[in-house]
């Protein structure tokens, strides 16, 4: 009986072991096959159980040094970085410092007297009314009917990216001033600017920036060593993996921003580093009563949907044959990233691109197509 128990266990541990080697072969053909290794491309991480069964780089991190992705570069990761703002604000909640119903004008009051109370809580749930940045700037689209529509020095609109520039402070003063697009509460309507003003509602009431206080209460906590929101546009960043966008002549051309407010989006991190974050949604250690930090968020805001998702701080919530996710995607200039997890299956994908004209959701779709096949 004892042998045959034995035999029994190392029968399921090399299934295991095949199903892993088959499942990580296949996650390898989809990326060598789609990257070439002399062009940009993507950190690739695949969690189970708290551990990577596939982890990657494809493609360089520099193509001037022709320095290779690794697997462990850091990336800016644009909007997935808006769960992290969110946990910022649920923490300043959990220590009694804000009410995420309260308006934000109570904590902000330069901000333009928007006529309507706006809730933090509609803020991180997209429902708030507040625009975006085509109110700042209309761009190739033309000037917006209520908008700013500032204009480059150069002349013609503003071109946010890395062709005009405006610092932190500067472009604070240009959001208080940006009108509602619509009532709050009326529908889900995505708005960058809204997270970036909860980085300034961070600041003004921690005294911190949200560069220092998630450092201190959410990535030294979790081991998140090579982590960070990057508010200066000429520190070094070891290990960088640098943006690039492909031409029409079939080249590529840099294509990294001078832009460093953060909040919506200006996350730095690595696969790794984010393998310590996903971890936290099993054996939560971040704030006060972790894992009540931990359920309000992933708690929906509201009950309205876009094309069936819910929002919940920075994390869309689907349900697709019976599995729900959470997951968000980011693009900016030399940048497209994809996080998502399954938490009933504890399994989960990290995608992060140096080279715009990839499409991680897409990767992560086939991934996951491939696991639960």
Avoid at 155 to 168: A, H, Q, S, V
Avoid at 181 to 188: D, G, L, V
Avoid at 191 to 202: C, Q
């Amino acid at each position: 009986m004892k042998y045959l128990m034995l035999i029994i266990v190392g029968s399921l541990l090399t299934s295991t072991d095949s199903f892993s080697n088959e499942f990580s072969a296949k996650v390898d053909t989809l990326f060598s096959t789609n990257i070439h290794k002399n062009t940009p491309g993507c950190s690739v991480g695949v969690i189970k159980d708290g551990t990577f069964i596939h982890k990657a780089g494809y493609g360089l991190a520099n193509m001037e040094l022709d320095v290779a992705l690794s697997g462990d570069n850091v990336h800016r990761i644009a909007s997935v970085s808006k769960q992290f703002t969110a946990m910022a604000v649920l923490l300043l909640a959990e220590e009694g410092k804000i009410d995420l119903e309260d308006d934000i004008r109570t904590y902000l009051p330069s901000l333009k007297n928007y006529g309507e109370k706006i809730t933090i809580n509609s803020m991180l749930g997209h429902f708030s009314g507040m625009a975006d940045y085509d109110f700042i700037s209309g761009g190739e689209r033309g000037e917006v009917e209520n908008g700013l529509n500032i204009h480059s020095v150069a002349g013609g609109p503003f071109r946010l990216g890395n062709e005009d520039y405006l610092t932190i402070e500067e472009f604070y003063d240009l959001v208080k001033q940006v009108p509602l697009r619509h009532a709050p509460n009326e529908k889900w309507d995505y708005s960058n600017l809204a997270y970036f003003l909860l980085s300034m509602l961070v600041e003004e009431v921690s005294g911190e920036s949200l560069r220092q206080y998630a450092d201190k209460r959410i990535f030294k906590p979790l081991g998140m060593t090579n982590t960070f929101f990057s508010d200066n546009p000429t520190e070094i960043v070891k290990n960088r993996a640098s943006g690039y966008k492909p031409t029409e002549e079939g080249g590529y051309i840099t294509d990294m921003t001078n832009l460093f407010w953060v909040g919506d989006g200006g996350l730095h991190t690595t696969v790794s580093d984010m393998l310590k974050w996903d971890q936290n949604f099993y054996n939560p250690k971040v704030g006060k009563k972790p894992a009540k930090l931990l359920e309000l968020l992933n708690k929906p805001n509201s009950n309205f949907d876009k094309r069936g998702m819910l929002y919940a701080n920075g994390q869309m919530i689907v349900e697709s044959n019976g599995r729900k996710s959470f997951s968000h995607g980011g693009g900016w200039l030399g940048v497209r990233t994809f996080y998502e997890r399954f938490p009933a299956d504890r399994f989960s994908t990290i995608i992060l691109c140096n080279d715009s004209s990839q499409n991680p959701r897409e990767y992560a779709k086939q991934i996951a197509k491939a696991y639960f096949k």
